[in-house]
């Protein structure tokens, strides 16, 4: 008799031994008496080896395991396929004499080939995440190239400066090298000649940041608080970068009214076409003729669905301390690739620095995500995130890094000015919820108080 055939197998009935089912029927007066509350599943012992892992409280909620089936074919497991095909890529890459001949390029390449190696495990094993397109194996490859991230800056965290600056001559034989610094201070009078002139390939970049940023926060509010909090930023820390250095029209009109506008506009734009838009997924096989199945291999580079983000940053203290949260981590995630370049001797349109922002919109897309629903759906969500989590471990350890790195490179203290302006700030970002949550509260609690005093006098 099949496994399918036999009760003893079916999927209603708890998996038990032979032992068990021997015990049950020589005693079957116990289930006449009274039940009783006895550990495990209807008093049925669950061992490690009989657990059903694919009962509720087993999974990993919100996010867990998602198959699109409209693409039946890439959702097929590949584990032993993927497995042999990398060890044969590893053995013949090894094994080639051309490769072992050249000396200095063995370490080069034997580094590139344990990156590759933890990021088909990645690929493979790490947890799903919110998203499944265009596929959730590009998103956990993601996840590993951000864990690959995190830990070359705590192995940075222990090199000084210097070391770190030749360690990058490894990478880039160009670098080592100190920059001149740049001010865009120079000539502040408002003429069309200068604006036209403060024009470059930076606007565009502006531009495009705030598109992605637009997409990953989803509101309009937050992106303006954001833009501005930026600008300020760069006026208190021109001091010490001079890059941050800009006249007045520069910060104003080009960056916030023109660039940062624009991208948040068309960001929200897309963003509202998502959420519009109607979601009907059919399966490659069941779609017809060329321009069709076109249509349909370029929407699986598309969202599966869409989540509309509303913050709610008044709402609750939570909902207040998740939003300010989440501005800081923003201005710090903007504002580290600034002194990691100055420090490192990068220049801005360097492959790496480049590399850095788009990673780290990568990273931010889920993560951004995940923050939300752990936010807004604290019942299910149980657990921060794997990809929140690890952002937030990147941008603090490169925080760390810039800190212990700056030390005696920017000798110019921090003006009075400056430091006055971020003390009343912070003082009003602690004054506004203690008026707003904490005195409502102590109010509630005395009331209670009171109540309950009375009823214990009567």
Same mark, same amino acid.
């Given at each position: 008799?099949?496994?399918?055939?036999?009760?003893?197998?079916?999927?209603?009935?708890?998996?038990?031994?032979?032992?068990?089912?021997?015990?049950?029927?020589?005693?079957?007066?116990?289930?006449?008496?009274?039940?009783?509350?006895?550990?495990?599943? +209807? +008093?049925?012992?669950?061992?490690?080896?009989?657990?059903?892992?694919?009962?509720?409280?087993?999974?990993?909620?919100?996010?867990?395991?998602?198959?699109?089936?409209?693409?039946?074919?890439?959702? $097929?497991? /590949?584990?032993?396929?993927?497995?042999?095909?990398?060890?044969?890529?590893?053995?013949?890459?090894?094994? @080639?004499?051309?490769?072992?001949?050249?000396?200095?390029? $063995?370490? *080069?390449?034997?580094?590139?080939?344990? /990156?590759? %190696?933890?990021?088909?495990?990645?690929?493979?094993?790490? !947890?799903?995440?919110?998203?499944?397109?265009?596929?959730?194996?590009?998103?956990?490859?993601?996840?590993?190239? =951000?864990?690959?991230?995190?830990?070359?800056?705590?192995?940075?965290?222990?090199?000084?400066?210097?070391?770190? !600056?030749?360690?990058? $001559?490894?990478?880039?034989?160009?670098? +080592?090298?100190?920059?001149?610094?740049?001010?865009?201070?120079?000539?502040?009078?408002?003429?069309?000649?200068?604006? &036209?002139?403060?024009?470059?390939?930076?606007?565009?970049?502006?531009?495009?940041? &705030?598109?992605?940023?637009?997409?990953?926060?989803?509101?309009?509010?937050?992106? &303006? /608080?954001?833009?501005?909090?930026?600008?300020?930023?760069?006026?208190?820390?021109?001091?010490?970068?001079? =890059?941050?250095?800009?006249?007045? &029209?520069?910060?104003?009109?080009?960056?916030?009214?023109?660039?940062?506008?624009?991208?948040?506009?068309?960001?929200?734009?897309?963003?509202?076409?998502?959420?519009?838009?109607?979601?009907?997924?059919?399966?490659?096989?069941?779609?017809?003729?060329? !321009?069709?199945? @076109?249509?349909?291999?370029?929407?699986?580079?598309?969202?599966?669905?869409?989540?509309?983000?509303?913050?709610?940053? @008044?709402?609750?203290?939570?909902?207040?301390?998740?939003?300010?949260?989440?501005?800081?981590?923003?201005?710090?995630?903007?504002?580290?690739?600034?002194?990691?370049?100055?420090?490192?001797?990068?220049?801005?349109?360097?492959?790496?620095?480049?590399? *850095?922002?788009?990673?780290?919109?990568?990273?931010?897309?889920?993560?951004?995500?995940?923050?939300?629903?752990?936010? =807004?759906?604290? *019942? $299910?969500?149980?657990?921060?995130?794997?990809?929140?989590?690890?952002?937030?471990?990147? /941008?603090?350890?490169?925080?760390?890094?810039?800190?212990?790195?700056?030390?005696?490179?920017?000798?110019?203290?921090?003006? @009075?000015?400056?430091?006055?302006?971020?003390?009343?700030?912070? %003082?009003?970002?602690?004054?506004?919820?203690?008026?707003?949550?904490?005195?409502?509260?102590?109010?509630?609690?005395?009331?209670?108080?009171? !109540?309950?005093?009375?009823?214990?006098?009567?």
């Amino acid at each position: 008799m099949s496994q399918a055939e036999d009760p003893a197998f079916s999927s209603s009935s708890p998996l038990t031994s032979p032992v068990d089912e021997f015990d049950h029927q020589l005693s079957p007066s116990l289930e006449a008496q009274e039940p009783q509350s006895l550990p495990g599943l +209807g +008093g049925t012992p669950v061992r490690w080896f009989d657990a059903d892992r694919k009962e509720p409280y087993t999974q990993i909620t919100p996010f867990q395991e998602q198959n699109d089936t409209s693409v039946e074919f890439f959702y $097929k497991p /590949i584990t032993l396929t993927a497995l042999g095909t990398g060890m044969a890529i590893l053995a013949y890459v090894a094994m @080639t004499q051309d490769v072992l001949r050249e000396g200095e390029e $063995k370490k *080069r390449i034997g580094i590139y080939a344990s /990156i590759a %190696s933890f990021l088909l495990f990645s690929m493979i094993q790490f !947890r799903d995440g919110p998203f499944v397109r265009p596929h959730p194996a590009f998103w956990r490859v993601v996840l590993g190239i =951000n864990l690959l991230y995190e830990l070359a800056m705590v192995f940075l965290l222990f090199q000084d400066l210097d070391s770190a !600056r030749s360690m990058m $001559k490894y990478l880039d034989p160009n670098l +080592g090298r100190p920059l001149p610094e740049k001010s865009y201070a120079e000539n502040c009078d408002l003429t069309v000649e200068n604006i &036209w002139n403060a024009i470059d390939i930076f606007c565009l970049a502006h531009a495009l940041g &705030w598109f992605g940023k637009a997409l990953i926060l989803r509101d309009y509010w937050f992106c &303006w /608080i954001l833009s501005i909090a930026f600008e300020f930023a760069e006026y208190s820390l021109q001091h010490q970068l001079a =890059n941050f250095a800009e006249c007045w &029209w520069d910060h104003w009109i080009l960056d916030v009214l023109v660039c940062n506008w624009l991208g948040t506009y068309l960001g929200m734009k897309t963003c509202q076409y998502f959420e519009v838009k109607h979601y009907t997924w059919r399966g490659f096989r069941q779609t017809r003729g060329i !321009r069709s199945k @076109t249509k349909r291999v370029i929407s699986q580079f598309s969202p599966h669905d869409w989540t509309t983000f509303k913050w709610e940053g @008044t709402a609750s203290f939570g909902h207040y301390f998740t939003v300010v949260l989440l501005l800081a981590v923003f201005l710090a995630a903007e504002l580290n690739p600034f002194y990691l370049k100055a420090l490192l001797w990068m220049e801005p349109d360097h492959p790496f620095v480049i590399a *850095r922002l788009v990673g780290v919109f990568l990273c931010a897309l889920p993560a951004v995500r995940e923050l939300y629903q752990y936010v =807004n759906d604290p *019942r $299910k969500t149980v657990r921060m995130g794997q990809h929140v989590w690890l952002l937030l471990a990147t /941008i603090g350890t490169e925080l760390l890094v810039i800190t212990k790195w700056s030390q005696g490179q920017f000798p110019e203290p921090l003006p @009075t000015r400056v430091r006055w302006a971020w003390t009343i700030g912070a %003082s009003l970002l602690v004054l506004y919820p203690t008026v707003r949550f904490g005195l409502p509260a102590a109010r509630r609690y005395l009331r209670h108080h009171q !109540r309950n005093a009375k009823q214990k006098s009567a």
